[in-house]
């Protein structure tokens, strides 16, 4: 079993910043990816950011250089800067970890972005 646990979200203003955090434990050998997505109501869940093991990343078009995802060192926790935040970045922001290609998931952390 691996657990995920995410915290930081909360509620701030436009153009405010938040600093995503997410710690994986439990059965934790290689983690092959992990990455944040988010899902706002009525909305579909999607691809915010993600980073590979080796430090590849790659973000969703909407970031526009405004979120930056980064890992520990043990490669066990991932964080996501987020920058000069817009209204329509409101939603519920998961993490995932990617595990011999099996899929886990956090239980979510609420991001508000209103003034």
């Known amino acids: 079993q691996v657990q995920l646990v995410e915290s930081g979200g909360g509620l701030v203003q436009p153009g405010g910043s938040l600093r995503l955090s997410c710690v994986a434990s439990g059965s934790i050998f290689i983690i092959n990816r992990m990455g944040w997505y988010r899902q706002a109501p009525g909305k579909q869940r999607e691809l915010v950011a993600r980073?590979?093991?080796?430090?590849?990343?790659n973000y969703a078009d909407f970031v526009e250089g405004r979120f930056t995802i980064s890992r520990d060192n043990a490669g066990n926790a991932v964080y996501l800067q987020m920058n000069s935040l817009k209204p329509e970045d409101t939603a519920v922001y998961y993490c995932?970890?990617?595990?011999?290609?099996?899929?886990?998931w956090g239980q979510g952390t609420q991001v508000t972005v209103s003034s």
């Open positions: 995932q970890a990617v595990l011999n290609n099996y899929p886990y």
């Open positions: 980073i590979t093991s080796g430090g590849s990343t």
